[in-house]
């Protein structure tokens, strides 16, 4: 079966030109597609396969960007036939804010591609009908039986099903690709990380896994690199010479969502720190990659990461900053505090919020200080990269200038601005900030969901925007001084625990994450 091979609708600011084209659009190119393959989803029912991943496979499809050969396999514990998992997706494409608009006839045909088991994870028979599957599709399409096999399930499944899937040889790629893509968290600290790349490692190759970080498939994430590595003119100035400091913001505005059983083990340091705010960082202060290609993009963020100072166990506290919050206000409404959160534990000593001052040993960054923050309950929903630079060295100028920015907006605003200083019209010499802005509107088309960007990626074999298990390893090794400190049995007892809450829903966190910029610094407005 074809799929429709019609461009995605456009929305949003249009940029024409004089024929009354979009300038920017004529660039864009779509010309990766992989081989025929089967996507076999594990927890094919769950909240991130409904909300994320399925209307992320439409998406592609719809593109024309799977080819023709192309089906999909649920997995699932939930007992259900093919016919009711083909109703469950549809309506989970329907409810999707994600989704394309389906082209005429397009739900009814990708319906067709869809098929569904469900089993123990943990026995044989799921596996072998997978296998099934798999044939059955080699069959109808003929070639190789080339398949990506997706682990959205609860990370205590990752080392069963990548065991199930060895045991009946569907790792080995005889008979075609076979790849193996999980999601966070990628263990609960570096030791039981450690054990699960032991585990997966005892059936697959390095090269056949792709751990994902949604961060990582967002435009503006990869633009950091275009930018910096594509134009003469910020390259020679992302350097110690130049740049005063650096924040990575990562906020949200949602409280737990239902999700206080996962929260309450992993807290913010697990939940964000330690992958989607150590990867940006890494991804900012690493070195120009010698080609752009996965290896090379690699081996540069590792670099980095081994590069970045210990925290002694003595120094935790003075360049990290914990916070919980209490009930505030958002957005014109009151919001409870974490503890009054449905299933929180009385007294819970979790944290929402973490700022982290990090530092890199390295020529180019020596006296840099990366300055890193996320947490739940901030004022509004945004990320950002925000790289400082240094007051011109004579202040020629009364009233003094402030410093240079570019920041890069992952989301929401998808975009890159350049603050300067600029003199204001009139007869005196009186200068004020204005900000350069480039957004991603601009090309007038909908940005594709990161997902869809790291599924293609995965099915044609490109490992560039996914860390590989060095870099999962190190940047555990950065946060366990923190977490040895903070999570101690102790620690977490509240009686013995710090003094949450300490800030209030809707603020930016607790006072101590500004003293940590030190006197002459300040955390972005965002």
């Keep these: 079966m074809d799929a429709p091979a019609a461009p995605r609708r456009a929305r949003g600011a249009q940029a024409p030109g004089a024929d009354g084209t979009n300038?920017?659009?004529?660039?864009?190119?779509?010309?990766?597609?992989?081989?025929?393959?089967?996507?076999?989803?594990?927890?094919?029912?769950?909240?991130?396969?409904?909300?994320?991943?399925?209307?992320?496979?439409?998406?592609?499809?719809?593109?024309?960007?799977?080819?023709?050969?192309?089906?999909?396999?649920g997995i699932g514990r939930q007992e259900m036939n093919?016919?009711?998992?083909?109703?469950?997706?549809?309506?989970?494409?329907?409810?999707?804010?994600?989704?394309?608009?389906?082209?005429?006839?397009?739900?009814?045909?990708?319906?067709?591609?869809?098929?569904?088991?469900?089993?123990?994870?943990?026995?044989?028979?799921?596996?072998?009908?997978?296998?099934k599957e798999l044939r059955r599709a080699q069959a109808d399409h003929g070639g190789r039986k080339n398949a990506?096999?997706?682990?959205?399930?609860?990370?205590?499944?990752?080392?069963p099903?990548?065991?199930?899937?060895?045991?009946?040889?569907?790792?080995?790629?005889?008979?075609?690709?076979?790849?193996?893509v999980i999601e966070k968290p990628f263990g609960h600290d570096l030791k039981s990380a450690r054990e699960l790349n032991d585990a997966i490692h005892r059936v697959w190759d390095e090269s056949q896994v792709y751990r994902i970080d949604h961060y990582l498939g967002k435009e503006t994430v990869q633009n950091l690199m275009a930018i910096r590595f594509g134009n003469a003119i910020f390259e020679p100035l992302w350097n110690r010479g130049f740049v005063d400091h650096v924040q990575?913001?990562?906020?949200?505005?949602?409280?737990?969502?239902?999700?206080?059983?996962?929260?309450?083990?992993?807290?913010?340091?697990?939940?964000?720190?330690?992958?989607?705010?150590?990867?940006?960082?890494?991804?900012?202060?690493m070195e120009p990659p010698a080609a752009f290609d996965a290896n090379a993009i690699r081996d540069e963020k590792v670099k980095v990461l081994r590069a970045v100072k210990e925290i002694p166990s003595g120094r935790v506290n003075e360049v990290?900053?914990?916070?919980q919050y209490g009930p505030g206000t958002l957005y014109g409404e009151d919001v409870p505090g974490y503890r009054e959160e449905p299933k929180v534990r009385e007294g819970s000593a979790t944290p929402t919020y973490v700022a982290l001052k990090l530092e890199v040993d390295n020529w180019r960054w020596q006296g840099v200080p990366f300055f890193l923050r996320t947490g739940k309950r901030l004022p509004k929903k945004v990320t950002e990269i925000a790289v400082v630079?240094?007051?011109?060295?004579?202040?020629?100028?009364?009233?003094?200038?402030?410093?240079?920015?570019?920041?890069?907006?992952i989301q929401p605003d998808e975009g890159v601005s350049l603050k300067f200083s600029s003199k204001t019209p009139g007869q005196e010499m009186v200068l004020r900030e204005v900000v350069m802005d480039f957004r991603y509107d601009a090309f007038g088309a909908q940005l594709e969901s990161p997902y869809s960007r790291l599924l293609l990626d995965a099915m044609v074999g490109d490992a560039t925007l996914f860390p590989r298990e060095d870099e999962v390893d190190l940047a555990w090794q950065i946060v366990s001084g923190i977490l040895d400190t903070w999570d101690t049995p102790a620690g977490r007892r509240p009686r013995?625990?710090?003094?949450?809450?300490?800030?209030?829903?809707?603020?930016?966190?607790?006072?101590?994450?500004?003293?940590?910029?030190?006197?002459?610094r300040r955390w972005r407005r965002l």
């Design 496 to 520: 013995k625990g710090p003094d949450f809450p300490n800030y209030v829903a809707g603020t930016w966190g607790p006072d101590e994450a500004d003293e940590l910029m030190g006197p002459d």
């Design 82 to 131: 093919d016919e009711q998992f083909k109703d469950f997706v549809l309506a989970a494409l329907k409810e999707s804010k994600e989704t394309d608009t389906p082209q005429p006839g397009s739900l009814e045909k990708f319906r067709e591609l869809l098929y569904y088991e469900f089993g123990d994870f943990g026995g044989d028979e799921v596996y072998s009908l997978i296998d």
């Design 148 to 159: 990506l096999f997706y682990l959205s399930t609860p990370p205590s499944l990752f080392e």
């Design 23 to 73: 300038p920017f659009r004529a660039l864009m190119r779509r010309s990766r597609a992989p081989e025929p393959a089967t996507l076999v989803i594990f927890g094919a029912t769950g909240d991130l396969a409904r909300r994320k991943l399925l209307p992320a496979v439409f998406g592609l499809w719809q593109d024309g960007l799977l080819g023709s050969a192309f089906n999909i396999v």
């Design 389 to 409: 630079f240094k007051r011109p060295p004579l202040g020629i100028f009364p009233g003094g200038l402030e410093r240079n920015v570019l920041a890069f907006r």
């Design 248 to 285: 990575i913001t990562a906020a949200e505005d949602l409280g737990l969502e239902g999700r206080a059983g996962y929260y309450e083990e992993a807290g913010v340091v697990r939940d964000m720190l330690q992958n989607h705010l150590m990867q940006l960082f890494a991804l900012t202060a």
């Design 320 to 323: 990290a900053v914990r916070g």
């Design 161 to 180: 099903i990548s065991n199930g899937l060895g045991r009946l040889g569907l790792a080995d790629e005889s008979e075609g690709w076979r790849r193996l």
